[in-house]
């Protein structure tokens, strides 16, 4: 296992464009969780999943945002009609249920919407 | 509402030197504070963490130092190294096991030779 895999790495998008994002989480944790970190920010919570059910939203994720985790295996970030606000790093992490091991997180996928 | 407050911004210590980074909480239902370390182009990696019942924790040249009362804790690195010129970030979760994590805004640390 290399981790919580990130695709792609980097996404350069035009405003008003759909975009995909797509996480592969450690095979055996069954958390997941999508965060947005700004330059010289630290990241923020946007939405987390146990195996597939989503249970907690931020209010950061509008209805432009979805996120969806099939299977409770990997997940995808979906962002509609893209803003240039929306330019930021989307960072994946997993872990276990209860664990007090920490979030493993992935690389990110640094966003820039132009 | 920014729940985690941390300082400095950034930091420049000497090789050898202690670098010492604060940060404080207003949520009183946190119950598990860790320190993230995240290296440019890669994504936070857990460091250390403590619980509040437990006054200070040490792991290597890394200690962490926190005050109940005053809702605050602090990150210590010892001896510091150019490798461990990262940018640091505080958390904090709140009970029922690691769900959302509030994140401080970080600190820039740069250890010079």
């Known amino acids: 296992d290399t981790g919580v895999s990130q695709d792609p790495r980097h996404k350069i998008t035009k405003r008003g464009q759909n975009v995909t994002f797509r996480c592969d989480p450690i095979s055996e944790h069954n958390r997941l969780y999508w965060y947005r970190q700004t330059l010289g920010q630290g990241p923020e919570f946007l939405t987390y999943?146990?195996?597939?059910?989503?249970?907690?939203k931020s209010r950061l994720l509008s209805d432009r945002f979805s996120a969806e985790r099939p299977k409770g295996s990997f997940s995808t970030l979906e962002i509609q009609r893209t803003e240039q606000g929306d330019s930021a790093m989307y960072l994946c992490a997993s872990s276990y249920t209860g664990g007090q091991a920490g979030y493993t997180f992935g690389s990110g996928t640094r966003l820039t919407v132009v | 509402q920014q729940q985690v407050k941390q300082s400095p911004q950034s930091l420049i210590v000497q090789k050898g030197g202690i670098s010492i980074i604060n940060c404080a909480y207003e949520n009183t239902a946190f119950d598990y504070f860790p320190w993230y370390q995240q290296f440019p182009g890669k994504g936070p990696a857990l460091l250390i963490a403590i619980r509040p019942d437990v006054s200070e924790k040490k792991e290597g040249r890394f200690t962490i130092s926190f005050n109940k009362s005053a809702k605050q804790f602090s990150l210590h690195i010892m001896d510091s190294q150019p490798g461990d010129s990262a940018t640091y970030f505080c958390a904090a979760t709140p009970p029922g096991g690691y769900q959302k994590v509030t994140f401080g805004t970080g600190t820039k640390l740069q250890v010079i030779p």
């Open positions: 999943f146990q195996n597939e059910a989503q249970l907690e």
